[in-house]
């Protein structure tokens, strides 16, 4: 297995309540009771086997029919990265072939591999206020969730072990648009995370 590490921002955007009670009891607490996700990744420091990855972004569309630990889910994943070199590995690496907890436990509930794609992946990076876009397969945009009383911004914190994120600053979402190939959804008003990442083999 490859020497590799990477670093960044990262943004998550799911079917779930704000908050998302997969972090808690592993159930989704989504309307139509699945997980259905599009997360996204920009490297801002990191390398595998001496190639330098900074710069690249990854954006990963999921499905699965109900909680994701009992599978039977889909992945499409889509690099925009600076080289041939760059997409190689972290199709590898995304695929679940190259090490690391979130992509060896997802990879072990889809019905096949991720599979990967090049495409033009566009992160504004804003904390609660992030968007993303890839061309031609799916755009999202978060927003600070609000008391609904005073309609002031609310700041709501997840601090975890696990092994996405350890601090994710949570808000909800204006949209989440994906038509990839077999997963497809809309969806409003849902879970969303705007956190660091720190990844190695």
């Known amino acids: 297995m490859a020497d590799w590490s990477l670093a960044g921002t990262y943004l998550e955007f799911c079917s779930c309540e704000p908050g998302c009670?997969?972090?808690?009891?592993?159930?989704?607490?989504?309307?139509?009771?699945?997980?259905?996700?599009?997360?996204?990744?920009?490297?801002?420091?990191?390398?595998?086997?001496?190639?330098?990855?900074?710069g690249a972004r990854v954006a990963w569309a999921l499905w699965w029919p109900g909680a994701i630990h009992e599978g039977g889910g889909k992945g499409r994943a889509y690099v925009d990265g600076a080289?041939?070199?760059?997409?190689?590995?972290?199709?590898r690496i995304w695929r679940g072939g190259e090490g690391y907890a979130l992509f060896e436990i997802f990879t072990s509930t889809l019905?096949?591999?991720?599979?990967?794609?090049?495409?033009?992946?566009?992160?504004?990076?804003?904390d609660r206020r992030s968007r993303l876009t890839v061309d031609g397969v799916a755009e999202a945009a978060m927003t600070p969730l609000k008391n609904?009383?005073?309609?002031?911004?609310r700041e709501?914190?997840?601090?975890?072990?696990?092994?996405?994120?350890?601090?994710?600053?949570?808000?909800?979402n204006e949209r989440v648009r994906v038509d990839a190939d077999g997963i497809s959804f809309d969806l409003s008003g849902r879970h969303s995370v705007?956190?660091?990442?720190?990844?190695?083999s």
């Open 194 to 200: 705007f956190a660091p990442f720190e990844y190695s």
């Open 21 to 54: 009670s997969c972090n808690f009891v592993g159930f989704p607490n989504s309307k139509e009771g699945n997980c259905q996700a599009l997360i996204a990744h920009r490297i801002e420091s990191g390398a595998f086997d001496g190639l330098d990855l900074a």
């Open 156 to 172: 709501v914190h997840i601090l975890s072990t696990g092994f996405i994120w350890k601090d994710g600053s949570i808000a909800t």
């Open 148 to 153: 609904p009383v005073t309609g002031d911004e």
């Open 83 to 91: 080289s041939d070199e760059q997409y190689e590995v972290l199709a």
């Open 111 to 126: 019905d096949e591999p991720t599979k990967v794609a090049r495409a033009g992946v566009e992160m504004t990076i804003d």
